[in-house]
Nanobody, 115 residues
Framework: QVQLEESGGGLVQPGESPRLDCVAGGYIFKIQTMAWYRQTPGNQRELVAKVAEDGTTDYSESVKGRCTISIKHAKNTVVLQMNDLKPDDTTVYYC?????????WGQGTQVTVFS
């Protein structure tokens, strides 16, 4: 019922400010939370940033001050504006959304910051 389409990944140079977009499609009454996660070296997924339905945000310490997340309720879209990326930010980023207790994941988009 819900599909997440991610865009904005790719090859970037250090210091660039790419933007990751995630659009939730399908039947959606109201998204409670949307977020971006990323894969760790241990093949886990760690939170990058999330935004709740009331607009409150939460950021991981690794990206705090370098990222801004926002949600567009009318378009069921979450936007992650990243700034001052470094090589350590290179990994796969995943969009996440919760919809009335159900969780959905995007397929992931690769972000590579070359040095």
């Amino acid at each position: 019922q819900v599909q997440l389409e991610e865009s904005g990944g790719g090859l970037v140079q250090p210091g660039e400010s790419p933007r990751l977009d995630c659009v939730a499609g399908g039947y959606i009454f109201k998204i409670q939370t949307m977020a971006w996660y990323r894969q760790t070296p241990g093949n886990q997924r760690e939170l990058v940033a999330k935004v709740a339905e009331d607009g409150t945000t939460d950021y991981s310490e690794s990206v705090k001050g370098r990222c801004t997340i926002s949600i567009k309720h009318a378009k069921n879209t979450v936007v992650l504006q990243m700034n001052d990326l470094k090589p350590d930010d290179t990994t796969v980023y995943y969009c996440f959304a919760s919809h009335y207790g159900l969780e959905y994941w995007g397929q992931g988009t690769q972000v590579t910051v070359f040095s």
